[in-house]
């Protein structure tokens, strides 16, 4: 009986217990012993196995159920390492602010309260050794008290189980990162950065009483925003080679597991969905889509809706042209070169480069090359991610996708009419393409085409052909569809739109954008002079 796959579950001892399919990181548990720095941060994208490898540690360091847990690691890689010994000798402190995602600021420090509340009640068999003070102290926490050291909450935990145990502590902050991005999105950033600044430095600076401390997340926030004063933590970030294949699959771990479940056949086309990823040297799969892959035995895009994009967004939101000429390179199949610091902090998406790193980190763009200093070759990954830029971008960025895609569909079809009728509906009900301005507005529209049609048609913008260069040009991949070629004009007043979308078209026909199409075989050709005015769009067209 072949073993279950574990879609969801992120407790080490659950996928064991319930025989489901375990791809063995167990390895890396002797890499971090051997690694002798006090506190380690590891930054990856969602979804890549952070959470489930943070369980793994707490069941091998805890002390409590510590013969019970020595069972989870039967057969697995660490059993047979001179480390194992180190299976149950500590007490282990294991918290995810992954969860912590409110609205405003009051609503986040209700939650933190909650999550310590439960924390501590996790260890409240040691109330009893505890002295008057520090049992006053632990109760504060444990009952949630207005004016407890909430501050100071991890650090005193350390010291109390220290105490108890008389062996020091493993610390596990899983996803620290998260409560921050929810706060800057949400406006109550300054709130959350001096709680959690205080709340960490604490704990990690200089504290005898721990053994290690882990702490994963999506992005490394500025040693002055979060670890001030901290010379201890070192990041295991996306850019390095240590730890590369920790989080997430090598391709050697996705070809035995496709194999195990009979499916080697396909490897080339999951490498074509999944693969792309590179941390440090290493190409790594994103292991929440193989596992989806491996249940539901379809090819299709499991991680892009997984989590929140809206970062993301609104940085698109407010994009200059040069992040739309990047993005139309990017949709194109093309790379970029970009510069990618290790440090994140929230002021830089306001800058030009901001909206790179935050795909680099969230694994919609990938590292394809290390150039000089921090400069960097990006491309998007996989055919996963192109789908997300399809559905994604189109959807959340330029109009919904029961908007565009008949628009897109009335193209194709010849029914140029029924084109022009659906664009200015988009136009007239959706305040993103309002928004735009001037060019941008064509800029939208392109790399709507771009990534819509990929699958059809070669997708061309800013071209030279004839006597000049042409806005946009869609070259059919079978021949037997037709070409479309498309000129964009700005009118200045609601009147003289028809005029300047007959000048568009007439610049088609005397610039000769469309000469050569004929030789290719393309029997059908369209040129599409469009103008815009505010809300209002006018197309002119003839076939050739």
């Not at 941008?440 to 059809?456: N, S």
Request: overall charge neutral; charged content about 30%; aromatic content about 16%.
């Amino acid at each position: 009986m072949k073993k279950g796959i574990g879609i969801g579950i992120e407790d080490f001892r659950k996928i064991i217990k319930e025989d489901c399919y375990y791809f063995d990181k167990t390895n890396y548990i002797e890499e971090l012993l051997k690694d002798r720095t006090e506190i380690k941060l590891f930054t990856r994208p969602r979804r890549f196995g952070k959470t489930l490898n943070m369980s793994t540690l707490k069941y091998f360091f805890d002390v409590k159920n510590a013969e019970e847990n020595r069972k989870l690691f039967k057969d697995l890689y660490i059993e047979k390492s001179e480390y194992f010994k180190e299976q149950g000798q500590y007490p282990v402190i294991f918290i995810t602010l992954k969860d912590l995602k409110k609205n405003a600021w009051e609503e986040m420090f209700f939650g933190v309260k909650e999550l310590l509340r439960n924390l501590y009640n996790e260890f409240n068999f040691i109330r009893d050794t505890l002295s008057e003070s520090d049992l006053k102290e632990f109760d504060k926490i444990w009952l949630k008290e207005e004016f407890a050291n909430y501050d100071n909450s991890l650090l005193n935990l350390t010291k109390y189980l220290y105490n108890y145990y008389q062996k020091e502590v493993v610390l596990l902050i899983d996803e620290y990162d998260s409560p921050l991005i929810t706060a800057n999105q949400r406006g109550y950033y300054k709130e959350a950065i001096n709680f959690f600044r205080n709340f960490l430095s604490l704990v990690l600076k200089t504290n005898s009483n721990l053994k290690m401390g882990v702490l994963t997340g999506i992005v490394q926030v500025a040693k002055e925003g979060i670890f001030s004063g901290l010379n201890n933590v070192r990041t295991y970030n996306i850019l390095g080679d240590k730890f590369e294949t920790f989080f997430g699959l090598t391709e050697e771990e996705v070809e035995n597991a496709l194999k195990y479940f009979e499916l080697e056949y396909e490897i080339e086309e999951v490498k074509k969905w999944y693969d792309g990823y590179k941390f440090g040297s290493s190409e790594v799969y994103n292991p929440w889509s193989i596992l989806n892959y491996l249940a539901d035995r379809k090819l299709q895009a499991y991680w892009v809706n997984t989590s929140d994009n809206a970062l993301i967004y609104d940085s698109l939101k407010n994009s200059t042209i040069d992040i739309f000429n990047d993005l139309e390179r990017l949709f194109e199949g093309k790379e970029i070169k970009k510069e990618i610091s290790p440090f994140f902090t929230f002021e830089e998406l306001s800058k030009y480069d901001g909206i790179w790193q935050l795909m680099v980190y969230n694994g919609y763009l990938k590292i394809s090359e290390k150039l000089e200093d921090d400069q960097y070759m990006l491309r998007i990954p996989n055919y996963e991610i192109q789908t997300f830029f399809k559905k994604g971008f189109i959807d959340k960025f330029l109009v919904s996708g029961n908007l565009f895609n008949p628009m897109m569909s009335a193209l194709l079809e010849g029914n140029i009419e029924e084109f022009e009728k659906r664009l200015q509906e988009i136009f007239l009900v959706n305040t993103s393409f309002h928004d735009l301005k001037g060019k941008k507005v064509y800029h939208a529209l392109f790399l709507g085409m771009l990534i819509w049609l990929r699958d059809k048609y070669e997708v061309k913008s800013n071209g030279e052909r004839g006597h000049g260069r042409y806005d946009a040009m869609l070259i059919p991949l079978n021949k037997i569809k037709p070409a479309y070629v498309f000129e964009f004009k700005v009118s200045k007043t609601i009147k003289g739109l028809s005029a300047k979308a007959e000048e568009a078209l007439e610049q088609i026909k005397e610039k000769k954008y469309d000469v050569g199409l004929k030789e290719l075989g393309i029997s059908k050709i369209y040129r599409i002079g469009i103008a815009f005015k505010g809300k209002n769009v006018k197309v002119k067209y003839e076939i050739v």
